[in-house]
């Protein structure tokens, strides 16, 4: 309809049959863009309308040049907006790329700064934990110093009071072995005059305290020791209070540098006839008190001493020993059956 109208138009304006234009001008951009939109009947319309634009020239040609120049213009400015619009989205688009790499750049570095936190606060309760139990026990170390510290100075204070405990009993030792050597030698004193009193003793035998002592070179079973000794008018050695078997023996075998070892003495085991119970008794019938590891429950039944010591034996042969009163008065013989009750 609009293509009719315009036609008609130029008819009655100008009656006339519009010019050709010359061959060798090109269509610029707009016309072809203009052909392209309308067609071929499009171009005979714009052919005509340039006609008249050319006609309308020549009757105003300063208001054609104008309007020509402002057209050209308004292209360019079109243009240019265009080419602008076009850039700006482009550097849109390219600031949109940046900046989802950029946030994808943040994203990933905030997940990372997360976690790298997550372990950090992971790590840094850990060693609070570590610390809390290292100071518990650093108090419980504490406490415990505090309490050996504590027994410390107690057994220091006991030491203390058993050091002057033990002083004070050395003192008591020394006055105690001042006293005996004391009384030893009172005793010394006292065995001299008795000496001087009843005499001393046959030739062969030695005096101890106040009895004198014989020991034999042959050994013999304790019944025929003991007979042997009743024949010399005395009897086996008898060994209790006041004497210690110990120092029998130092001052009578060791002194006389004797090499037997072994000896029988005048105590045996034997059987209460009246209870029934075994007991020892002394050659001279009294009970032995002596606290000597004996045993009267079981055999064997005769009394030896070796080494200073009394020990029980069988029906062996040993050296003896026998005794009597360091005096020129006879000893009565005793009895052997006169040891069974």
Not at 172 to 181: C, D, G, H, K, P
């Amino acid at each position: 309809m609009s293509q009719g109208n315009d036609v008609t138009y130029a008819d009655l304006s100008f009656g006339k049959s519009p010019p050709k234009k010359p061959l060798q001008e090109e269509p610029n951009e707009g016309e072809l863009a203009y052909e392209n939109v309308w067609g071929p009947g499009a171009k005979e319309v714009e052919e005509e309308r340039e006609e008249e634009e050319e006609e309308e020239e020549e009757e105003a040609p300063g208001r054609g040049k104008a309007a020509k120049g402002w057209k050209g213009w308004t292209k360019r400015t079109a243009l240019v907006a265009v080419a602008t619009g076009l850039f700006l989205l482009a550097t849109t688009v390219g600031l949109g790329v940046r900046y989802w790499q950029v946030s994808g750049q943040l994203h990933r570095a905030s997940q990372s700064h997360a976690a790298h936190s997550a372990a950090l606060a992971q790590r840094s309760s850990a060693q609070e934990e570590i610390l809390d139990r290292t100071k518990g026990q650093l108090q419980q170390t504490k406490e415990e110093l505090s309490s050996t510290r504590e027994a410390l100075r107690k057994s220091q204070e006991v030491a203390k009071k058993t050091q002057q405990q033990l002083q004070g009993l050395e003192e008591e030792l020394r006055v105690a072995n001042r006293s005996l050597e004391d009384l030893k030698q009172e005793n010394d004193e006292k065995e001299a005059l008795l000496r001087q009193q009843v005499g001393s003793c046959p030739s062969g035998w030695k005096l101890f305290r106040w009895k004198c002592f014989w020991i034999s070179t042959e050994a013999k079973d304790w019944w025929r020791s003991q007979g042997d000794c009743q024949k010399k008018r005395s009897q086996l050695a008898i060994l209790k209070k006041p004497w210690d078997t110990r120092e029998f023996w130092d001052e009578v075998i060791v002194k006389n540098s004797l090499q037997n070892s072994e000896y029988w003495v005048g105590l045996i085991r034997t059987r209460l006839q009246q209870k029934h119970a075994y007991v020892f008794l002394w050659a001279d019938g009294s009970h032995y008190e002596g606290t000597e590891p004996l045993n009267k429950n079981y055999s064997p039944d005769y009394v030896k001493i070796r080494h200073g010591n009394l020990a029980q034996d069988w029906w062996h042969e040993y050296r003896y020993i026998c005794e009597m009163a360091a005096s020129s008065i006879a000893l009565p013989e005793p009895n052997r059956h006169n040891m069974q009750y």
